[in-house]
């Protein structure tokens, strides 16, 4: 049964039932299902007893399956609060997403969802009565909002609309859905949309910081074009796919296989940024998304993985110990330190040199000259690591960020730096590589060249990570 209304009841019965749910650590609905299943079960027996049949059960009024056998199965329930935008309508097919894998879900719509979709598709598709009033008589009578809030084991907010992300920010609780996401004590997934300008706003932005520092988790957005004609950038809703991979990723049970479970993985990822004085450094392009879909990739397969990460704007992989530096001698202590460990994949763009004497105040433009620059080099943190005599990770793998010559110029760096494999790209402009979701690699080792198709940053992150494993349980055999 999807829901079940208790009405005229005396205040004693009710009494006694909101002390057996409370004993019993059930809502009120769930306590009275529970009577009714024992009393139902109860006649059979008896029937049975009396030499009667059983009474036939109508089987459109049964309740419906429980999905089995998917990556969610083992009692995972996720409460999806659906904000108001355009891509609401995305959220039912994500809603159909986590039911074929297993998940129980249910749902909660804010008054703007309803402009878009209704109550009765997202119930319908979930299986159970959608949410909407802060104020329901009949939920609210033993606090219902506290029960959604706590009935689960991951809050998703997709769309999660500016206004959802400002009242969070804020602390609001002025209706059902933030109502809730104040009261859970349960890890909170929030998938962004909006319009790319609400998405660069400076007050975006501040409340984005602030969610992440208090640990909410980031799934998109993307970019692309908008619903609105003419417009196009950063605000598209993550696909319904990508956030059920990540609710999988979040929950513990992603792709059903650990395959790298017991082993240590240590990832390096994004630029470094060398000072040239206060304000100004040495960098590059690169935006981390390689590295972090890597960490992401192996802690899903059960690894223990620590991210040593250079300045990103990326919230930090779920399940992945992250470490931040600034510079190339940071991340090198901080690899240093997290060592021993199983595998090295070294896909940071590490700056080749800084400046050798940093200034502690702002160089200021003078006429008859520019500054000149004195350079050193910086260290090699792949080739300290391969190269190492005791302590190496059994696997190296080093990437190459390359503009003409890819594979000449990846075989060069394999045996230079002394690593096992390299994952060697095109980082030209017109790639679209740096900075972009698509990656397009060649895997060189002292095999051979593999050359991989074009695919998102995150399957190439998954198929490295199997490579990983493979390469892994052949050594070990």
């Known amino acids: 049964m999807a829901s079940l209304t208790i009405r005229k009841l005396d205040d004693a019965l009710k009494q006694r039932l909101r002390l057996r749910a409370a004993q019993n650590g059930r809502s009120m609905e769930d306590e009275a299902r529970t009577i009714l299943r024992s009393a139902a079960a109860g006649a059979d027996v008896r029937a049975e007893a009396a030499g009667k049949p059983r009474a036939r059960r109508n089987a459109a009024a049964q309740p419906a399956p429980t999905p089995s056998g998917g990556p969610l199965a083992d009692a995972k329930r996720v409460l999806l609060i659906i904000g108001g ?28 969802a309803q402009e878009f979709i209704t109550p009765l598709a997202a119930g319908a ?34 769309p999660a609309t500016a206004d959802l992300l400002a009242k969070m920010a804020g602390g609001h ?8 996401l104040l009261a859970t004590d349960r890890p909170v997934l929030i998938a962004p949309a909006m319009n790319p300008h609400m998405w660069q706003h400076a007050a975006t932005r501040r409340n984005l910081a602030h969610l992440v520092a208090d640990g909410i988790a980031v799934v998109g957005p993307n970019a692309g074009e908008m619903a609105e004609a003419g417009e196009a950038g950063t605000g598209r809703m993550a696909e319904p796919l990508e956030i059920a991979a990540v609710v999988e990723q979040f929950l513990g049970t992603a792709g059903g296989e650990r395959t790298l479970a017991g082993k240590r993985v240590i990832v390096t990822s994004g630029p470094t940024h060398e000072p040239i004085d206060p304000v100004r450094y040495i960098a590059n392009r690169s935006s981390g998304k390689q590295g972090h879909a890597i960490a992401a990739a192996a802690a899903a397969a059960g690894a223990e993985v620590t991210l040593v990460s250079g300045p990103v ?36 763009a590490v700056a080749d040199w800084r400046v050798d004497k940093p200034t502690a105040r702002k160089i200021k433009k003078q006429d008859g000259g520019t500054p000149k620059l004195g350079l050193i080099e910086n260290p090699d943190i792949l080739a300290s690591v391969a190269r190492k005599a005791t302590g190496r990770p059994r696997l190296v793998i080093g990437f190459a960020a390359e503009t003409d010559r890819i594979i000449e110029h990846a075989r060069e760096k394999l045996a230079r730096k002394g690593c096992d494999w390299i994952v060697a790209n095109d980082v030209s402009p017109a790639s679209g590589v740096m900075g972009g979701d698509r990656n397009t690699v060649q895997l060189v080792t002292e095999h051979g060249v593999e050359s991989w198709p074009p695919q998102s940053k995150d399957e190439v992150a998954r198929a490295l990570v199997a490579r990983i494993a493979a390469a892994l349980a052949g050594a070990s055999r």
């Open 313 to 348: 704007n990326l919230p930090d992989p779920i399940g992945v110990k992250t470490i931040k530096v600034e510079t190339a001698q940071d991340m090198l202590a901080a690899v240093s330190k997290a060592l021993p460990a199983d595998v090295g994949v070294f896909a940071a």
């Open 125 to 158: 598709l979930a299986g159970s009565r959608a949410f909407t009033d802060l104020f329901d008589a009949t939920t609210e009578l033993d606090v219902g909002h506290i029960r959604l809030a706590r009935e689960t084991d991951l809050v998703v907010v997709a």
């Open 173 to 180: 609780a002025d209706d059902l859905a933030s109502a809730v």
């Open 85 to 112: 935008g355009i891509a609401a309508y995305k959220s039912l097919d994500l809603v159909r997403r986590l039911k074929e894998r297993g998940a129980t879900v249910r749902c909660v719509l804010t008054r703007a």
